[in-house]
């Protein structure tokens, strides 16, 4: 009997080199619905995995935020990632342009998606305008750290009604069952604190794929979603009663939302007599308000307002526009302080 010859088996790693078009990095282009970024070539990043990148602006008030875009082909969002970097298969980087040394301003966590949800994923984050020097915006590949697409920032000289942090919740009340519960809570307004909505880059989101064995496929005339909430559907409703330290805003929506942190999920713009207040930055810490996640579509926002604070005194009129922010705000620094 004769007895088989050895088997030897090799495995070959093959470094993947992402292709852009001539060798050098490609300019991120400005993008407003997911047609048309759908519609931007895609940069191939070997192993199946294409992404297509995209900004939401690039020009920016000091005070405000744009949204920066990669919408993914081929590529399953991690469970977990490395590096502070990370932005979904690649990796971004914000440094700000003409300041004596380079300075990273704000580096990018890495993605997952929870769920059974498969085909083309959005990853967005937002880039916020701290000062008054431009912002260079660079997407590098995962591992071998080559320079795919650039972009450069520019401050806009146009005045912003920057958005602040609502207030300190100091009592909440939960009535009613789901999905109709309503929250009461007394709010102290606070004087203080330029924030920007933020997005969450954990979780990106589904623009054309399956969830679970739902089909989703987002219309290309549709806004991609913005910083500066312009296609924010039109779900909300606030009343107002009472007066003075008695006055209560009713805030009640159409679909569920999450109730059970108004101050981390309120945004607020003010005016005097007809005037914007814009809003000193805060080194204050607002407390981080754990705990179970309470849905509802119904807030009511007792205000507990020192309107001296604001620099208002009697016989002012005061105005004011909330924003609903889902996934939480970050702050934004002062000019002076970078």
């Known amino acids: 009997m004769r007895r088989p ?37 895609p940069i191939d990043l070997g192993n199946g995995t ?12 000091v005070g405000g935020a744009v949204a ?7 590529y399953v969002p991690a469970g977990s990632w490395e590096g502070r970097d990370r932005f979904g298969p ?5 440094a700000r342009v003409g300041a004596k040394s380079v300075e990273a301003l704000a580096v990018f966590c890495g993605a997952s998606h929870e769920g059974p949800a498969r085909g ?17 915006v660079e997407i590098l590949s995962e591992k071998e750290k080559t320079l795919l697409a650039e972009a450069t920032i520019q401050p ?7 958005w602040t942090v609502f207030g300190r919740e100091e009592r909440i009340k939960i009535s009613g069952d789901h999905p109709n519960r309503s929250v009461s809570a007394s709010v102290v307004p606070l004087p203080v604190g330029r924030a920007v909505p933020r997005f969450q880059p954990m979780h990106p989101i589904l623009f ?6 739902r089909r989703v496929k987002r219309s290309k005339r549709e806004p991609l979603p913005s910083v500066a909430c312009a296609n924010l559907e039109d779900t909300l409703r606030l009343t107002t009663s009472g007066k003075n330290n008695s006055r209560v805003l009713r805030v009640r929506s159409g679909v569920p939302l999450v109730l059970s942190n108004p101050e981390r999920q309120i945004l607020a713009r003010w005016w005097i007599n007809g005037e914007p207040y814009i809003a000193k930055q805060s080194r204050e810490q607002l407390a981080d308000q754990g705990g179970q996640v309470i849905t509802g579509k119904e807030l ?27 996934m939480g705000w970050r702050w934004v620094a002062d000019v002076e302080s970078l």
């Not at 993947?16 to 282009?29: C, F």
């Not at 294409?50 to 008030?61: D, F, P, S, T, Y």
């Not at 083309?120 to 260079?136: C, I, K, N, S």
């Open 300 to 326: 009511n926002l007792r205000l507990r307002m020192d309107e001296k604070a604001f620099g208002a005194k009697s016989g002012d009129r005061i105005a004011l526009q909330l924003l609903y922010v889902p």
């Open 5 to 41: 010859l050895p088997t030897l088996a090799f495995v070959v790693l093959v470094s993947v080199t992402p292709q852009l078009a001539d060798g050098k990095p490609v300019a991120i282009p400005v993008v407003k619905t997911w047609g048309e970024f759908a519609d931007q070539p």
């Open 68 to 74: 920066l875009y990669c919408l993914t082909e081929g």
């Open 156 to 162: 806009s000289k146009q005045p912003f009604h920057t």
């Open 208 to 213: 054309d794929g399956w969830l679970g064995k």
């Open 50 to 61: 294409k992404i297509r990148l995209g900004v939401e602006a690039n020009e920016c008030a």
């Open 120 to 136: 083309r994923f959005l990853f967005v984050q937002e880039v916020p305008m701290t000062a008054t020097h431009p912002l260079r």
């Open 90 to 94: 690649v990796r971004a980087k914000i």
